[in-house]
T-cell receptor
Framework: AQTVTQSQPEMSVQEAETVTLSCTYDTSESDYYLFWYKQPPSRQMILVIRQEAYKQQNATENRFSVNFQKAAKSFSLKISDSQLGDAAMYFCAYETSGSRLTFGEGTQLTVNP | EAGVTQSPTHLIKTRGQQATLRCSPISGHTSVYWYQQALGLGLQFLLWYDEGEERNRGNFPPRFSGRQFPNYSSELNVNALELEDSALYLC????WGTGEGSPLHFGNGTRLTVT
């Protein structure tokens, strides 16, 4: 079974600075998808970024970028120029053909003014 | 475009009762997923419906069940409620089925409290 591990239950960052959230996963598949979702206090899960495993280029979405290391099965999220609105629970997730989306335990990010 | 809508927002039940949670997917989405998020835990997959049929279920007892209607809306039923069923229940929809890399669009959830 696939597992997703987020080893940092909590992280904090100063406004305008950069923070990196870690995620590792376990799979025997070669083709899969990885996601980062955020869940603010409003409870709604929002897609932050998506990575296809067959693409070597790291995905970026404005201030959000990933460091995808396929051999190491690592998928970290970097948030640049952190803003107060980035404060949320961040979930790493994995999906492959024939399987459902599997989430990690989450990392609670606090942004300090 | 309206997002995924869930009702009710909050639900309070007593142990042994039944709870019914509802979800309307984004227009055009045929797949609906249910997840349980207990306090302090991640999201646990419950059920996946597509085109009116149950496609997959997570490691939950049979008292968790549901269905998908012809308009693709979905219902989650929890029978014989137990205290540990207290959680946020999230519904999500996608255009394609799971495994295709199609991002999930989530609703705001139903907070179920069992007393």
């Amino acid at each position: 079974a696939q597992t997703v591990t987020q080893s940092q239950p909590e992280m904090s960052v100063q406004e305008a600075e950069t923070v990196t959230l870690s995620c590792t996963y376990d799979t025997s598949e070669s083709d899969y998808y990885l996601f980062w979702y955020k869940q603010p206090p409003s409870r709604q899960m929002i897609l932050v970024i998506r990575q296809e495993a067959y693409k070597q280029q790291n995905a970026t979405e404005n201030r959000f970028s990933v460091n995808f290391q396929k051999a190491a099965k690592s998928f970290s999220l970097k948030i640049s120029d952190s803003q107060l609105g980035d404060a949320a629970m961040y979930f790493c997730a994995y999906e492959t053909s024939g399987s459902r989306l599997t989430f990690g335990e989450g990392t609670q990010l606090t942004v300090n003014p | 475009e309206a997002g995924v809508t869930q009702s009710p927002t909050h639900l309070i039940k007593t142990r042994g009762q039944q709870a019914t949670l509802r979800c309307s997917p984004i227009s055009g989405h045929t797949s609906v997923y249910w997840y349980q998020q207990a306090l302090g835990l991640g999201l646990q997959f419950l059920l996946w419906y597509d085109e009116g049929e149950e496609r997959n279920r997570g490691n939950f007892p049979p008292r968790f069940s549901g269905r998908q209607f012809p308009n693709y809306s979905s219902e989650l039923n929890v029978n014989a409620l137990e205290l540990e069923d207290s959680a946020l229940y999230l519904c999500a929809s996608s255009f394609w089925g799971t495994g295709e890399g199609s991002p999930l669009h989530f609703g705001n959830g139903t907070r179920l409290t069992v007393t």
